[in-house]
């Protein structure tokens, strides 16, 4: 996700995007994206420096840890971006050090890229253990089955067999 820059003026621009990441803009994780990344805020231009603040929103679809049907989570969150301009000639002994919120900038880039904050800031905001609700049966360790359609009788003759143990305990006494 990039934004040009060659061509705007100094001062503040709003920031409208969307873009439907490809399905490897965050590997290793176990979800995909259900709309495009939305990208809404402000660049502040300047002689040299760019301020980028923007709010980030994106639809992701997972399976619940409990029951595996399809979960849709909404991540968002915000991105703040210095970007100091810089010509190739940076003084010997001068260290220009990019940070969390810093990103050096050549006067020549044409374009800053989004993509690295975005796919970090959605990395972060990952549902560890994603769920359709609270309340989720889950499955039933033993036939499979979702319990939060339908109830099976295994838990069932669990519950029936502890009682026959419990009974036969108080017989012996
Ligand atoms: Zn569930
Ligand atoms: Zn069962």
């Not at 990441?21 to 402000?42: L, Q, Y």
């Not at 499955?139 to 519950?159: A, D, F, W």
Request: with cysteine; aromatic share 4%; glycine share 6%.
């Amino acid at each position: 996700m990039q934004i040009a820059i060659e061509h705007l003026a100094e001062g503040l621009h709003p920031i409208h995007l969307e873009d439907m990441p490809a399905a490897d803009f965050i590997p290793d994780v176990d979800g995909r994206f259900a709309s495009p990344v939305k990208v809404e805020g402000t660049l502040t231009v300047s002689e040299n420096s760019l301020v980028l603040q923007a709010d980030i929103a994106v639809a992701m679809t997972f399976s619940c840890s409990r029951c595996l049907e399809e979960v849709e989570e909404h991540i968002s969150g915000e991105i703040a971006t210095y970007y100091e301009k810089t010509d190739r000639a940076i003084p010997e002994g001068e260290e220009l050090t990019e940070s969390d919120d810093v990103e050096i900038l050549d006067y020549s880039a044409k374009s800053i890229d989004l993509s690295r904050r975005i796919a970090e800031l959605v990395n972060l905001n990952i549902p560890m253990k994603p769920l359709c609700s609270e309340a989720c049966e889950g499955l039933c360790p033993e036939c499979g089955r979702n319990l939060n359609k339908s109830v099976c009788g295994c838990g069932t003759r669990q519950m029936d067999h502890r009682w026959h143990t419990l009974k036969s305990l108080l017989k012996e006494e």
